[in-house]
T-cell receptor, first 116, second 111 residues
Framework: EPEVTQTPSHQVTQMGQEVILRCVPI?????FYWYRQILGQKVEFLVS????????KSEIFDDQFSVERPDGSNFTLKIRSTKLEDSAMYFC??????????????FGAGTRLSVL | QKEVEQNSGPLSVPEGAIASLNCTYS??????FFWYRQYSGKSPELIMS????GDKEDGRFTAQLNKASQYVSLLIRDSQPSDSATYLC???????????FGRGTSLIVHP
């Protein structure tokens, strides 16, 4: 069964460093998303991406964040200068342009980011 | 501000019982409703989606939607210890493709 894959599974970084989280969405999906989940908190939307541009973003997704689809398969989230509060699990999700707008998103296993 | 509320639990049920998980939402324009299961340290896994009032059944799972009351629930029949997880309710408004998640309800099924 096709799945969304994310690498690395765990990323440890020093405060102020740049990190890039990588995702390979399901191959025939056209909509891509990043979410984060701080330990013990709810899943929070960061950004959605379609047709090589951001379609929606949340207040969390400030100038420190950027997304890119550098080739036909990868979808990346970059955090330019990490802060302690960026420590969280980051989930990538993708969606097929489905029928009747059912908007079913499939999540990857996540990358746990630890900022020290 | 769109809110999705769930009782954090834990909800503890014996094996074989029916587990009932509830969710309320604030946005009357919401059109799509999802239940995800999340094991500790793992990603959310979609288990049910529902779009119209009434019940939708899939195996041991039944989702119930009442838009007038802004209420959606998930019933798990014949609960198994492997059902022990956090269940996330997610709601999507009509004008957006982005679901808003609740904090989740922790379910414990004890043998």
């Amino acid at each position: 069964e096709p799945e969304v894959t994310q690498t690395p599974s765990h990323q440890v970084t020093q405060m102020g460093q740049e990190v890039i989280l990588r995702c390979v969405p399901i191959s025939n999906h056209l909509y891509f998303y990043w979410y984060r989940q701080i330990l013990g908190q709810k899943v929070e939307f960061l950004v959605s991406f379609y047709n090589n541009e951001i379609s929606e973003k949340s207040e969390i997704f400030d100038d420190q964040f950027s997304v890119e689809r550098p080739d036909g398969s990868n979808f990346t989230l970059k955090i330019r200068s990490t802060k302690l509060e960026d420590s969280a699990m980051y989930f990538c999700a993708s969606r097929h342009p489905g029928q009747l707008g059912k908007n079913i998103q499939y999540f990857g296993a996540g990358t746990r980011l630890s900022v020290l | 501000q769109k809110e999705v509320e769930q009782n954090s639990g834990p909800l503890s049920v014996p094996e074989g019982a029916i587990a009932s998980l509830n969710c309320t939402y604030s946005d009357r324009g919401s059109q799509s409703f999802f239940w995800y299961r999340q094991y500790s340290g793992k990603s959310p896994e979609l288990i049910m989606s529902i779009y119209s009032n009434g019940d939708k059944e899939d195996g041991r799972f039944t989702a119930q939607l009442n838009k007038a009351s802004q209420y959606v629930s998930l019933l798990i029949r014949d609960s198994q210890p492997s059902d022990s997880a956090t269940y996330l309710c997610a709601v999507k408004a009509g004008g957006s493709y982005i679901p808003t998640f609740g904090r989740g309800t922790s379910l414990i099924v004890h043998p």
